[in-house]
Nanobody, 131 residues
Framework: DVQLQASGGGLVQAGGSLRLSCTVS????????IGWFRQAPGKEREGLSY????????TYADSVRGRFTLSSDKAKTTFYLQMDRLKPEDTAVYYC????????????????????????WGQGTKVTVSS
């Protein structure tokens, strides 16, 4: 089974930085779309960023563009969300999600900021930004 392990959350002051990690394990995949989402108390889940295997580039929501950076390691099994210039309104539980293909003949995941496009989810890591 595919497992996603998110980590790196914590407490940080406004203006500070955190780096979240998402490790994908359990099955070898061919193509991917990895997304980061967050959910603050009383609010809907918000898509922040995603990256696809082809093209290998990241897309960002307006709320985090210029402050957050999504990247991966060389093995393409761990994905990082570098969060800079954090604001109190960034406080939330952050989730990583994946859409994966395991065959070269399967359609490539297109990636999106919509949670329904992802099949696998990590357990969430809490980020608290103090003012």
């Amino acid at each position: 089974d595919v497992q996603l392990q998110a980590s790196g959350g914590g407490l940080v002051q406004a203006g500070g930085s955190l780096r979240l990690s998402c490790t994908v394990s359990g099955m070898s995949f061919v193509e991917y779309a990895i997304g980061w989402f967050r959910q603050a108390p009383g609010k809907e889940r918000e898509g922040l960023s995603y990256i696809t295997s082809r093209p290998n580039r990241a897309t960002y929501a307006d709320s985090v563009r210029g402050r957050f950076t999504l990247s991966s390691d060389k093995a393409k099994t761990t994905f990082y969300l570098q969060m800079d210039r954090l604001k109190p309104e960034d406080t939330a539980v952050y989730y990583c999600a994946a859409a994966l293909t395991f065959s070269h003949i399967a359609p490539q995941p297109r990636g999106s900021l919509t949670s329904n496009d992802y099949h696998y989810w990590g357990q969430g890591t809490k980020v608290t930004v103090s003012s």
